[in-house]
């Protein structure tokens, strides 16, 4: 009977296969439809066609095809401030009548005072304290019911849409065309690991589990009513930017990624550590050269200096000496935001 | 031309569906042969059978099946020592010719001078200075080289067989049975995450990203030949154990599991979250019996006591009171080891 049950089910397995090669080969589109013809899209393309065609010597076997994704102005917008900061600025409002000392005290003072362009020059370590304080004392779940809720009513100064739909639609058919080629497609965001998972799997497609950002301690304990319950705590477990990044793949992944995506120096260990394995790597960063349609800054190529998501002129030198394709938002995105049709 | 090249990939498919659904009727053979009837096996038959039946008001969509596993002492032998102590020692031995200090300093000290049944009694503490100094100061790269030579020489004191056959072979049916059906299988081990992501693939078929275990810091720097790499610290960052274990499952999965298989105390809050989630879940424990196949101790249930692995007599309680299955290895399980036929 054995043989006979596996003769039945390899019969239908192949037949399955011819047909939905069949069928899929009918259904060949552009997958990268929002990308104009280029260097950028070529590289795309190029890189999924050799990892998965298993007669190339550079073929990728599917449990080692890791494509790894900044967040922050590689797939949506970061002008003119980290969407996580503007959150916490208005969390800082929210919470400051339980909090009489932060009128008094830097950097809650000038978030309670000030205006937001005022507070862009924000050192990391001011954006730190204000995270590590707004953050914590409340469970994982209080946490993204408090995320979710800002979410749903926040707006983008200038775009006057909510955050969740300034993506930029060629990295989301990017992330869609590795998955469909069996990339597992990860985040990798010096933003806050929690916080992104809210809204990861709806909008990007990426289940919590493939979200990697900076993360604080958490601490298992019991609620009053006695249910066990994660707090998180205001101290920093991984800071997931620059060395950090490499650090945090390891931790999560533990595989080195085939492709990276990444648009400023933060990024720049992450495209390093992937371009350093072995067989073809793609390295992509995202240049903002065009104001009219989203933010032009660097200050790569002349473009306009800025402290939010620097791509620095050293870091656009080492792309071209290392074959990392950068992508320019005005030349090579046909189209960057799903509403823009 | 769209619509038709989409009807022509939906017949396609529902033929492939159809075809795979007979296919896998006539190949239904029992998955858990090694397991005999019983109401652990029911239990997992159970959660199965609802958890995957969209019909069924307790279904759990595909992205959310996760199922965290325990290692030492759930899915492979632990006595007389953890194979990690075992690892541990043997490379304090072979790295004392460049620690002379380590003659006169203890743990160490004990370590090179005594037998390994009168280390035993190791605390935690010692076993983390042991594993501090000698699992840091190299890459990744090497510690996996390091633990990969180690394993493929190294053999169990009483089996005398590599510490990667002492698998249990009920256990490695129930993960394959669980991933069939479309649970995510997860590793939540107090031993080391690098260790574990050694030879998880190969023998478990889990891979690393699906490793969860303590961890120590990692610093992506440059080597004396200007290559990238990651080097261990000697610093922890997760000690994954007890109400570790929810919070390392938290930092890498950020879900919930539905299923979570343990064998002692340090998997009791492992248990207790995933027991407090919503709809149905399986908590399981495995209580070593059996002392002729494998081992026995508890205390509970008046077996003898163990300084590895503890299962208290108030783990037992819960787990009853709780409704948390407990696998009695001497009557649940058929066979223990795949040689063993």
Redesign the interface.
Known sequence: MKTS??T??G???T??AS??F???A??QTDPLPSWNEGPAKQAIRDFVRVTTDKANLRYVPP?QRIATFDQDGTLWVEQPLYTQVAFAIDRVKALAPKHPEWKTRQPFKAILTGNRESLAGFSIQDFERVVAETHSGIT?EEFHTVVKAWLATAKHPRFKRPYTELIYRPMLEVMRYLRVNGY?TYIVTGGG??FV?VYA?TVYGV???Q?IGS?G?????YSPAG??V?VKLPEA??IDDQ??K??GI??????RPSAAFGNSTGDR?ML??TG?GDGVRLMMLVLHDDAPREYAYGPARGLPDSKVGVFSQALFDEATKKGWTVISMKNDWKNIFAWEE
């Open positions: 049950r596996s039945i089910f019969g239908a397995l037949l399955c047909l939905i069949v069928a899929a009918h259904a449990p994982i597992k690991q929690e998972r799997e289940p919590p589990e979200v993360a301690k958490t601490k298992y304990e249910k066990p994660l477990l991984l060395g950090g490499p650090e390891n931790l999560i992944i533990g595989r260990q390093e550590y350093t």
